[in-house]
């Protein structure tokens, strides 16, 4: 919002339903968290903290917005005109934020006031009046209270004013850094791109690992990894999210030519403990997959149990329940879409009549011995890339 200083006003939503103790500390990261971001984005601002709210001042309101709504733990910002707490100061912003208003568009203001009468000798009403009263004068519109097609927005308090006509979404969610740290297993695909990305809306830091399947890969699969990683980054305070690539092609070669109906399962099993060895190594309390239940032959209930019985560690899946299409649709919207339609490799593994029933011991007693053998050797090879490189 052009005119004034600028300023963005940052909301949350579930941090303040925590205990006094764990709000404080997960505001203060929240805060944190973004200015990390606005520097790595190099936007110019200082981040206030007040009791329910934060506040970014900065020349910048539209960029220092965007950062904002690509933060977790936020769930809208505003760019807004910070003026003086007086009617006239007010009534002034709302002229000029009204010198775009778009011709036969409908207005309401919805303004809210905090403080006693003593700091301010008007109410929320009243101040939606007389800014009502100074939009029309200026724009000529009519008013719509129950759904008008633009909002003009007035936050009174004690020492500042603040008009603003839009309210962006965030992602909401905890603040990044608050819920320890997750591998994810990422194949470069739709799915664990979205599965990452709710790991880290809820808190979690993730360290993303990519199964290199040799010759079995698709084409520009580790690419598009790669590029996944660098969208995900975006999410990241700091921006700073390498990929790790562990070679498992002599692995895969193996149970090529050595397994048959489980094939896939047991590679499944592969990859659950190379995250799992991966976690060990960074100190992470889970592993997370794109698994949606259902959705291919190894994931279904039965498969999904019997994969999980390789490892100890907790398993994560954020995509457990959800449809195909809104899984696409989430992709769309947190940016790794484009760079995750590409085959994973993976079907050229899978059998042509895949078990879609497993147990655990079926699977195990096809498996070649030593098979789990070589993953410690696989981990230790795995190559650390940053998606800027």
Same mark, same amino acid.
């Given at each position: 919002?052009?005119?004034?200083?600028?300023?963005?006003?940052?909301?949350?939503?579930?941090?303040?339903?925590?205990?006094?103790k764990?709000?404080?500390?997960?505001?203060r990261?929240?805060?944190?968290? /973004?200015?990390?971001?606005?520097?790595?984005?190099?936007?110019?601002?200082?981040?206030?903290?007040?009791?329910?709210?934060?506040?970014?001042?900065?020349?910048?309101p539209?960029?220092?917005?965007?950062?904002a709504?690509?933060?977790?733990?936020?769930?809208?910002?505003s760019p807004?005109?910070?003026?003086?707490?007086t009617?006239?100061a007010?009534?002034?912003? /709302?002229?000029?934020?009204?010198?775009?208003?778009?011709?036969?568009?409908?207005?309401?203001?919805?303004?809210?006031r905090?403080?006693?009468?003593?700091?301010?000798?008007?109410?929320? =009403?009243? $101040?939606?009046?007389?800014?009502?009263?100074?939009?029309?004068?200026?724009?000529?519109?009519?008013?719509?209270?129950d759904?008008?097609?633009?909002?003009?927005?007035?936050?009174?308090?004690?020492?500042?004013?603040?008009?603003?006509?839009?309210?962006r979404?965030?992602?909401?969610?905890?603040?990044?850094?608050?819920?320890?740290t997750?591998?994810? /297993?990422?194949?470069g695909?739709?799915?664990?791109?979205?599965?990452a990305?709710?790991?880290?809306?809820r808190?979690?830091?993730?360290?993303?690992?990519?199964?290199?399947?040799?010759?079995?890969?698709?084409?520009d699969?580790?690419?598009?990894?790669?590029?996944?990683?660098g969208?995900?980054?975006?999410?990241? =305070?700091?921006?700073?999210?390498a990929l790790?690539?562990?070679?498992?092609g002599?692995?895969?070669?193996? $149970?090529m030519?050595?397994?048959?109906?489980?094939?896939?399962?047991?590679?499944?099993?592969?990859?659950?403990?190379?995250?799992?060895?991966?976690?060990?190594?960074?100190?992470?309390?889970?592993?997370?997959?794109g698994?949606?239940?259902?959705?291919?032959?190894?994931?279904?209930?039965?498969?999904?149990?019997?994969?999980?019985?390789?490892?100890?560690?907790?398993?994560?899946?954020?995509? $457990?329940?959800?449809?195909?299409?809104d899984?696409?649709e989430q992709?769309?919207?947190?940016?790794?879409?484009?760079?995750s339609?590409?085959?994973?490799?993976?079907?050229?593994?899978? =059998?042509?009549?895949?078990?879609?029933?497993?147990?655990?011991?079926?699977?195990?007693?096809?498996?070649?011995?030593g098979?789990?053998?070589?993953?410690?050797?696989?981990?230790?090879?795995?190559?650390?890339?940053?998606?800027?490189?």
């Amino acid at each position: 919002m052009e005119g004034g200083p600028g300023a963005v006003l940052v909301r949350y939503g579930e941090i303040g339903t925590k205990s006094s103790k764990v709000r404080t500390d997960m505001e203060r990261l929240l805060r944190e968290n /973004l200015e990390a971001t606005l520097a790595a984005r190099d936007v110019v601002a200082t981040v206030d903290r007040e009791w329910s709210r934060i506040f970014v001042r900065t020349d910048d309101p539209e960029a220092a917005t965007d950062a904002a709504c690509d933060t977790f733990g936020v769930v809208s910002a505003s760019p807004a005109r910070s003026v003086d707490p007086t009617m006239d100061a007010i009534r002034e912003a /709302l002229g000029a934020a009204a010198s775009d208003h778009p011709a036969g568009a409908t207005f309401g203001v919805d303004a809210t006031r905090t403080g006693d009468r003593d700091a301010h000798p008007f109410s929320s =009403p009243d $101040l939606e009046v007389e800014g009502g009263s100074t939009v029309e004068a200026e724009t000529g519109a009519t008013v719509d209270l129950d759904d008008p097609d633009r909002t003009y927005y007035v936050e009174c308090r004690e020492q500042e004013a603040f008009v603003f006509t839009e309210k962006r979404s965030g992602p909401g969610g905890l603040p990044l850094g608050t819920q320890g740290t997750a591998v994810v /297993l990422l194949s470069g695909g739709l799915d664990s791109p979205v599965a990452a990305w709710e790991l880290m809306k809820r808190g979690c830091t993730v360290v993303p690992v990519y199964v290199d399947l040799g010759p079995y890969g698709g084409v520009d699969h580790q690419a598009r990894a790669l590029s996944t990683v660098g969208e995900l980054a975006r999410y990241v =305070p700091d921006g700073d999210l390498a990929l790790r690539i562990v070679p498992a092609g002599e692995i895969v070669e193996t $149970l090529m030519a050595e397994v048959g109906a489980t094939r896939m399962l047991s590679l499944r099993r592969v990859m659950l403990r190379i995250a799992e060895a991966v976690a060990r190594d960074v100190g992470a309390h889970s592993v997370v997959t794109g698994e949606s239940l259902g959705q291919k032959s190894s994931q279904t209930g039965g498969n999904l149990a019997a994969t999980d019985a390789a490892v100890s560690i907790p398993v994560h899946r954020p995509l $457990l329940t959800r449809d195909k299409t809104d899984i696409v649709e989430q992709a769309r919207a947190i940016g790794t879409f484009d760079d995750s339609t590409v085959s994973v490799g993976c079907e050229q593994v899978a =059998p042509s009549h895949p078990e879609t029933n497993a147990t655990a011991e079926a699977v195990e007693a096809a498996e070649p011995d030593g098979l789990f053998d070589r993953v410690g050797a696989a981990v230790d090879r795995a190559e650390l890339v940053s998606p800027d490189e």
